[in-house]
């Protein structure tokens, strides 16, 4: 079994310059996390609000925090004083309160829209209708203590490559749309955050520019999410 800084290294190979690795660390212990971050691995992701609170006061302090999970409103408070950046935010509720809690700790919290592309029922995310009835909002240009970066999506679980393909595309498509239409003059919005462990070549073949990896770094994970 190799190393997870051999891991790492070794998907470090693969990705173009303008990709990021976000290594996903959940359910993974706080060694397995100083371990990869001894290999030069700073941004981590994780799904659940306290777990990422909790690891991250025993870690050291210049990491970057990267909620990558379905965030329940209620616990956005946990995170909001370190989070480097929500990936996963799916509703206008959830955009609404994680901007008042920035509002609260004075912050101004980086967020990707999460779209829903798989063909399946158990995923998050917006539609496109439902995130420009949003964007169009007048209440939209108020919300001060957020700041949009880009998008985010799921995959289907499935090994259908050509499948995933299309999702991926149409998530790109996503981010050129809403780029042109809304954020043309705004240099941060510009993320796209798509690939996992089984479809991260697909996804930068198709212009991804954040990799969520978690078992490919770490392991396989003991229970599926
Ligand atoms: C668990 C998870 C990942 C990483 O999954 P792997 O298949 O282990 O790479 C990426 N993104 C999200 C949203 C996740 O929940």
Redesign the pocket.
């Known amino acids: 079994m190799s190393s997870i800084a051999e891991n790492i290294q070794r998907i470090q190979n693969t990705l173009p310059a303008n990709t990021a690795l976000i290594a ?1 660390s ?1 359910m993974k212990p706080v060694d397995a996390i100083a371990e990869a971050y001894q290999a030069g691995q700073h941004a981590f ?1 994780e ?1 659940r609000a306290m777990e990422m609170a909790v690891k991250r006061s025993q870690l050291p302090e210049d990491i970057q925090w990267h909620f ?2 379905h965030l329940q409103s209620n616990k956005v408070k946990y995170i909001v004083s370190f989070v480097h950046l929500v ?2 935010v799916d509703s206008e509720h959830l955009l609404d309160v994680i901007n008042r809690e920035g509002q609260k700790g004075k912050r101004v919290i980086d967020c990707l829209l999460q779209f829903y592309i798989a063909q399946e029922e158990t995923k998050f995310g917006f539609t496109m209708e439902e995130a420009e009835t949003m964007l169009q909002k007048k209440k939209f240009l108020q919300l001060k203590n957020i700041r949009l970066c880009g998008v985010m999506g ?1 995959a289907s679980l499935t090994d259908n490559s050509a499948q995933i393909q299309r999702e991926f595309q149409t998530l790109k498509q996503h981010f050129d749309y809403l780029k042109e239409k809304y954020f043309a003059e705004e240099s941060s919005f510009k993320e796209i955050s798509m690939g ?3 479809d991260y070549s697909i996804a930068i073949a198709e212009g991804s520019t954040m990799v ?5 770094i770490f392991g396989e ?1 003991v229970k599926s ?1």
């Open positions: 996903v959940k992701g799904n990558v999970g990936h996963s799921m996992m462990t089984d969520r990896i978690g078992s490919a994970r999410e």
